[in-house]
């Protein structure tokens, strides 16, 4: 798949997923990019604030688990998070992930996000979500960023793309992009202690691995089946395999 997206006349030292992935999207007048796995339930769960929500509004507005193209990106995605999106109607409406999403930036709501992007050059943003092959619980998406404007764009054929583009990146991050296993929802300990229990151990078993007491371990559990409304043990590990926690 790498192949794919690396310039094959290139003989020197090979170029990284992200690289391959900006110099194949650039073809398409695509300048830089921000990649990320999105909670199939995130347009809802925005808009619901209900405490027993697992992603909360801040959850979603924060920039863990998202590779970006360059650094500069990452700056301007930073930025767009914590000055500009919980009053952006573009975010809301990117949460969506039933089809691309083309950024308005020529109205006066979207004022504050089209200078933002405008100080970057940036005169076209695309949110393009993609279907996980191995989860009805989250999808991917790119958000694409241009210095054209969105009417002088030929995306003909670029969906084919990123989903090659999507794989090589999952193939190398996907533990970084999975969206439950972003913003500290679960103690890294009480995932280990999941883990050995999906492999059939007992509590017992697992105190002694993780070097804590029984009682430690029935906490970790307790506080997982409250975060993922889990009847019990089984339905526990059934939920976090669904959701990719381990």
Request: charge should be positive; hydrophobic fraction near 45%; proline fraction near 3%.
């Given at each position: 798949m790498k192949a794919l997206l690396c310039n094959e006349e290139m003989d020197?030292?090979?170029?990284?997923?992200?690289?391959c992935v900006k110099q194949a999207l650039s073809k398409y007048g695509v300048s830089?990019?921000?990649?990320?796995?999105?909670?199939?339930?995130a347009y809802e769960d925005y808009h619901n604030c209900a405490l027993n929500r697992l992603l909360t509004?801040?959850?979603?507005?924060?920039?863990?688990?998202?590779?970006?193209?360059?650094?500069?990106?990452?700056?301007?995605?930073?930025?767009?998070?914590?000055?500009?999106?919980?009053?952006?109607?573009?975010?809301?409406?990117?949460?969506?992930?039933?089809a691309p999403y083309h950024y308005i930036l020529d109205d006066s709501e979207q004022s504050k996000t089209r200078t933002l992007f405008g100080r970057y050059g940036i005169h076209s943003v695309i949110s393009w979500p993609l279907k996980h092959f191995a989860s009805n619980m989250?999808?991917?998406?790119?958000?694409?960023?241009?210095k054209q404007f969105t009417e002088d764009l030929d995306l003909v054929g670029i969906e084919t793309v990123l989903k090659q583009a999507k794989m090589t990146l999952l193939e190398n991050y996907h533990s970084e992009v999975t969206p439950y296993?972003?913003?500290?929802?679960?103690?890294?300990?009480?995932?280990?202690?999941?883990?050995?229990?999906?492999?059939?151990?007992?509590?017992?078993?697992?105190?002694?691995?993780?070097d804590m007491t029984i009682r430690g371990v029935e906490y970790h559990f307790e506080s997982m089946r409250h975060k993922l409304s889990a009847t019990n043990r089984t339905h526990l590990v059934y939920k976090a395999h669904q959701l990719e926690i381990i």
């Open positions: 020197a030292t090979p170029l990284d997923p992200i690289a830089g990019f921000w990649f990320q796995g999105v909670a199939n339930s509004r801040k959850m979603l507005l924060s920039s863990d688990g998202v590779i970006t193209s360059s650094l500069t990106v990452q700056k301007l995605h930073e930025q767009y998070l914590t000055r500009v999106a919980a009053t952006d109607p573009n975010f809301v409406k990117a949460l969506r992930l039933d989250w999808s991917c998406r790119f958000t694409l960023l241009s296993r972003q913003h500290k929802l679960f103690n890294k300990t009480a995932i280990r202690a999941l883990q050995m229990a999906a492999l059939g151990l007992q509590n017992e078993e697992i105190s002694q691995e993780l």
